[in-house]
């Protein structure tokens, strides 16, 4: 049973991905998830905000003391010497460069251009194989417009690309009028993949304390029906690479991702529930239903149920959606 699948311009054994999550701070969880069998991992994200804050808080606080009085010319180590939260990422993407064989891809998480965007730089000195753009910017604004904003998402892909030869994706959400439109503005602007989609934590009010707190959930299988679709609209008018993630939790779900036309399934919340072993449950899952249907490989289902491969391509547009409501009893 063939399970190769490529990705990012990598061979992998198969296509079972960890996202972006909180595994990957521990070295030992990362080599469990690849003893499990996972052929590459995402890292946890590098956020914006992370760099601005550790930036400006040390530029401060030199600013501050080093004219006070004379023995602190040297009571603050200069900048280079500061171990602060970018630096500690950059840390932990050499220890998993030394601890497992599988591609480690980092993620940056930000929102708007600017001097974060230098970090990418830094990420692929530290020996990162590649890196995930996970772009999170919901408006709130009245003059934030729809093409402002895909403005800025190509323009933060085109100040990263020249900052890093190794390979790039970008993480979006779903939020998009025109969303292949957008894609096929970020390949013509050079993205190596495309990873669909980015959940959206929704924040909640506690009507106890008046507060707005945070709220996160777990994924469920429904929720794969989103990145399924997008997977079929989107694997027959793009060339590059695309990864499938949010309701990734069994071997079956995979399958349905590779037939959509998905390179890569990431998974995180099953992970996160059951555990790095569960990803053997999943490479199980995919061996045992290929040999019951007789697929040899990967390569052989993938794309077989894209929308230009199917006998009904409105199956995935709007005519099921008139179907579904029309029979719904």
């Not at 840390?91 to 480690?104: F, G, M, N, S, Y």
């Not at 602007?189 to 909640?204: E, H, I, K, M, S």
């Not at 009507?207 to 990145?227: A, C, I, Y």
């Not at 199980?284 to 929308?307: F, L, P």
Request: aromatic share 8%; hydrophobic share 40%.
């Amino acid at each position: 049973m063939n399970l190769d699948t490529s990705y990012l311009g990598f061979n992998l054994k198969n296509p079972v991905v960890p996202s972006a999550s909180p595994l990957s701070r521990d070295v030992d969880t990362v080599k469990k998830l690849e003893d499990a069998g996972a052929s590459a991992i995402v890292m946890y994200s590098l956020f914006e905000e992370q760099i601005r804050h550790e930036v400006e808080e040390i530029d401060f606080f030199m600013d501050q003391g080093t004219d006070s009085f004379a023995e602190s010319q040297s009571f603050f180590p200069g900048g280079h010497d500061f171990i602060r939260g970018p630096e500690a990422y950059l840390k932990q993407i050499r220890a998993l460069k030394e601890a497992v064989d599988i591609p480690i891809i980092a993620s940056l998480n930000g929102s708007t251009s600017g001097g974060w965007i230098d970090y990418a730089r830094r990420i692929q000195e530290a020996g990162a194989d590649a890196l995930e753009l996970n772009i999170y910017n919901p408006p709130s604004k009245v003059e934030e417009t729809s093409t402002l904003i895909e403005d800025n998402i190509v323009n933060i892909l085109r100040q990263v690309k020249v900052q890093v030869t190794i390979p790039v994706s970008m993480k979006l959400g779903h939020y998009f009028s025109a969303l292949p439109a957008l894609a096929k503005r970020l390949e013509e602007t050079g993205v190596d993949a495309l990873a669909l989609f980015n959940r959206f934590y929704q924040p909640d009010i506690d009507l106890e304390k008046l507060e707005v707190v945070p709220s996160v959930h777990l994924s469920t299988p429904d929720n794969l029906r989103m990145p399924l679709r997008w997977m079929a609209v989107l694997s027959t008018l793009l060339k590059v690479d695309l990864g499938a993630t949010t309701g990734v939790h069994s071997g079956q779900d995979v399958i349905k991702l590779m037939m959509a036309g998905a390179d890569v399934a990431f998974t995180c919340s099953s992970l996160l529930k059951f555990g790095p072993e569960h990803v053997k449950t999943i490479l199980n899952e995919m061996e045992t239903w290929m040999e019951e249907h007789e697929y040899e490989s990967v390569e052989q289902m993938k794309g077989s149920m894209s929308m230009k491969n199917v006998s009904d391509p409105e199956a995935f547009m709007r005519s099921n959606y008139m179907k579904v409501l029309s029979k719904y009893k």
